[in-house]
């Protein structure tokens, strides 16, 4: 019911990139000055499916992502997060204090259609790249500067990593435990958000400029708004009624995770009272029913505690597989919760290709696959994250830059080259 397990390398599709590939992005080219999560995310999913993603990057330490490492069992280091994130990319490790380095970045920002940063606003402008300088050079480049705060605003000048803006949301608190102890994600959850709005975001300026003749603009991406976007009404309804809402209180009931008897755990959700009513008859309990206590939402919201005791009580004397096909045969939505070798063995999981095991030079190295799905420009994956300044040269020559000049600045170290 759950799928069988297996390593990794046995259930999972292998792929090895394929540089031939191309993408409805195709001829897109994006400079990718960010760092860390949220720049990544976004130029990732441009990556995807067909743009030259050029990562921007300091000679000697790279996109600090590339240092996120997990250490082995028996020594050495996994740089998962780069692998995963950098797929896709070409990487141009050059000095932007060098002035001979910073005009080669103008002769490729001519060809480019999107530039992303995420300095702390003012660093641009230090820089001399600043938006208005941009467009006189490239009319049509969509400029996408990604910050904690965004670029206006009394706090648009402090530091803004997603931990501050997940609990600035009000996203920990939401998340309060019953002792009350606020709760911050273990996952770079504000970036990720970030990253995928700010992808959206990049799309429609792109779509001004090439589909409505318009001239390119700044994308004006924080981590916060996009935060503020997804937690849901409970600011609206203390702005109108006074109430703020209680962060122990569920959305729907029934609702919850329950062990099961091998100490497996499901994830059930009742939220329509058709639902409900089906995981009343499945715990043997239909009596339930045209119990007013339990005849909708906000009733059973009110007796929660009492109807998520009874379900508990039922799920805890079945393992997993019996409670799976229970639930199921009654139609009841609930499904297994999961680790991640757990995960990867899944039926599901493993058939619908949703991990990939990317086979490259440096060895196989498993990641979430392209998503989401497009029946016929679908994206790919074309090459493997890069090494710091693997391209180098071949983008300066891009941006019409000569060997001699190329050597040189590689020679005083203002450029790295592999």
């Not at 990544?40 to 590339?66: C, H, W, Y």
């Amino acid at each position: 019911m759950t799928g069988s397990r297996a390593t990794p390398a046995t259930a999972l599709a292998a792929l090895r990139p394929d540089p031939a590939l191309r993408g409805v992005l195709d001829r897109v080219r994006v400079l990718d000055m960010s760092r860390l999560v949220a720049g990544n995310m976004l130029s990732l999913q441009l990556a995807d499916f067909g743009a030259d993603v050029i990562k921007i990057e300091s000679p000697k330490a790279g996109d600090t992502l590339r240092h996120w490492k997990e250490e082995l069992e028996h020594g050495g280091e996994l740089d998962a997060w780069w692998r995963i994130y950098a797929r896709n990319k070409r990487s141009l490790a050059i000095d932007l204090r060098d002035e001979e380095a910073r005009n080669a970045l103008r002769g490729l920002l001519k060809s480019a259609q999107v530039l992303i940063e995420s300095f702390r606003p003012g660093t641009l402008e230090n820089m001399g790249f600043d938006p208005e300088s941009l467009h006189a050079l490239n009319p049509g480049l969509v400029i996408v500067r990604v910050s904690g705060w965004g670029q206006s605003g009394p706090y648009r000048t402090l530091p803004g990593f997603g931990s501050l803006v997940e609990g600035f949301s009000g996203y920990a608190h939401k998340h309060m435990t019953p002792d009350g102890v606020p709760q911050l994600p273990n996952m770079a959850l504000a970036d990720m958000i970030a990253g995928l709005t700010g992808a959206f975001a990049t799309l429609a300026a792109l779509r001004e400029v090439e589909v409505n003749g318009g001239g390119g603009q700044v994308v004006d991406l924080s981590l916060l708004e996009p935060m503020l976007a997804i937690m849901g009404p409970d600011v609206s309804v203390y702005a109108e009624t006074g109430k703020k809402a209680d962060p122990t209180r569920k959305i729907a009931s029934p609702r919850n995770a329950y062990r099961c008897k091998d100490g497996r755990w499901v994830a059930l959700s009742g939220s329509t009272d058709i639902m409900a009513r089906r995981v009343m008859e499945a715990i043997g309990r239909p009596n339930l029913i045209h119990d007013p206590r339990f005849s909708t939402n906000e009733a059973r919201l009110a007796n929660d505690e009492e109807l998520d005791g009874m379900i508990a009580d039922a799920i805890k004397k079945m393992n997993l597989d019996e409670c799976l096909g229970l639930f199921r045969s009654k139609g009841v939505t609930l499904g297994p919760v999961y680790d991640a070798p757990q995960l990867l063995s899944d039926r599901h999981v493993v058939g619908r290709e949703c991990y990939i095991a990317l086979e490259a030079d440096q060895g196989a190295a498993v990641m979430h696959n392209v998503t989401p799905r497009l029946s016929r420009t679908p994206g790919s994956i074309r090459r493997p994250a890069p090494g710091l300044g693997q391209h180098t040269g071949e983008l300066l020559k891009e941006a019409g830059i000569g060997d001699a000049e190329i050597r040189a600045m590689q020679k005083r170290g203002a450029i790295r080259c592999l």
